[in-house]
């Protein structure tokens, strides 16, 4: 095995288990673990704090006590957590903090908070819509409590050279992801996408200087790599909010004769996209990282005028010479379906073959998704017939 795989493999087993990783941090730290839920919860807060944030993620356990809390009609990422919190798995969170996306993930932290009443949940709820003047202001504010609850829970008070320090780290390691993204994208390394769903998944549940650390590690051993092979069809990966898809599919889609070369997945490009500011005050640019990031890869949950995601697809499409774009969509993520419609318009207005994928939380229909990518993939090797799938 290579140095490259080493880590990868590293990575993968801790982002794998994250309950066991930050059981053994706490251990080993005496310091609290915070859960955080995607998307939009700034992390550096919990680092400043002195605490190790976690973004809870998704359980690959079928759901069994959590379906007399939540409905099937919600997304497998909201159900997920509900039962993760009826069947006990979730103590080894002090807290839970996050900021407020979607009416899912509200009902899910409500069935956490009616299981767990003894573990503290902080909601913060950001203004959605981005245009308004009085959207940064509200913003700022939300910010600023959040920090306030961290120093109560935590019994410390976050300086603010420790969270421009916590900033640092943090952009450093969003930098070195990048750094691998651009990799993938010039077909200078052949990491596969369900490798690079577990280096952004660890990054979202380890120390993050220790992740770092491994990341830069592994840069070296990716740079040495020679090029991907040129037959391969290039596609891009879209959707799938919250968690990440099985990697089982995404071996599949790329088994059929494709590279995925991009993404705009949440476990994926989206969440390391974008830098928070490290000048000036850094509770302003936590506020200002919330909007720059909606700026560089719009995301279904909030509407601004001047940036919509499907500009944002075409574009990202001609960065990296990708010939397809596969629509993850997790089943009855509202925010994702209601957007899908314009996704698929402009796709087929600038003749881009796409084909959309429904994921569940259990079951993977293998065969059925083998057969309809070697499908979409015939129609892209053979142009005129291009269409979406
Ligand atoms: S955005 Fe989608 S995946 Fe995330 S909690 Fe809401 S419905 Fe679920």
């Not at 002090?94 to 949940?121: K, M, S």
């Not at 990799?183 to 200087?209: F, P």
């Not at 925010?335 to 084909?355: D, F, I, N, T």
């Not at 959309?356 to 309809?372: D, F, K, N, Q």
């Amino acid at each position: 095995m290579s140095d490259a795989q080493d880590a990868i493999a590293v990575l993968t087993r801790i982002a794998q288990e994250p309950r066991a990783y930050a059981e053994n941090w706490k251990r080993n730290h005496q310091r609290k673990v915070i859960g955080t839920f995607p998307m939009n919860f700034p992390v550096e807060l919990v680092h400043a704090a002195g605490a190790l944030p976690v973004v809870v993620q998704d359980d690959r356990a079928p759901i069994t006590l959590g379906r007399t809390l939540m409905y099937e009609f919600y997304c497998g990422y909201a159900r997920s957590l509900t039962d993760q919190a009826a069947t006990r798995k979730l103590g080894v969170f002090d807290a839970f903090f996050l900021v407020d996306h979607c009416v899912a993930l509200l009902g899910a932290v409500d069935a956490i908070r009616f299981e767990l009443p003894e573990q503290a949940v902080f909601l913060a709820q950001y203004t959605a819509s981005m245009d308004e003047a009085w959207t940064p202001p509200q913003v700022r504010e939300k910010v600023q409590s959040l920090q306030s609850q961290l120093e109560e829970l935590c019994g410390e008070s976050i300086s603010k050279e420790a969270l421009a320090r916590s900033i640092r780290l943090f952009n450093r390691n969003r930098q070195l992801l990048r750094q691998v993204y651009d990799l993938r994208r010039s077909g200078r390394t052949q990491i596969t996408s369900a490798q690079m769903q577990m280096l952004v998944k660890s990054s979202m549940v380890m120390d993050i200087e220790e992740h770092t650390a491994m990341v830069s590690g592994l840069l070296a051993s990716l740079q040495a790599q020679s090029d991907s092979n040129p037959a391969l069809v290039r596609l891009h990966l879209s959707g799938h909010f919250c968690h990440g898809p099985r990697p089982e599919l995404l071996d599949i889609i790329e088994s059929c004769g494709a590279v995925v070369v991009d993404d705009d997945l949440f476990t994926g490009f989206r969440h390391i996209s974008t830098d928070v500011a490290e000048t000036g005050d850094p509770l302003d640019a936590l506020t200002r990282w919330y909007f720059d990031r909606n700026n560089n890869v719009p995301c279904a949950t909030r509407a601004q005028k001047n940036v919509d995601w499907e500009s944002y697809l075409l574009q990202s499409l001609k960065n990296s010479g990708a010939a397809g774009v596969v629509i993850l969509m997790a089943k009855f993520c509202e925010p994702h379906m209601l957007y899908y419609p314009e996704l698929r318009k402009a796709l087929l207005g600038s003749q881009v073959p796409h084909l959309l994928i429904e994921t569940e939380h259990e079951g993977l229909p293998a065969e059925s998704i083998r057969v309809r990518m070697e499908a979409f993939l015939e129609q892209i090797r053979r142009p005129a017939n291009a269409a979406a799938a």
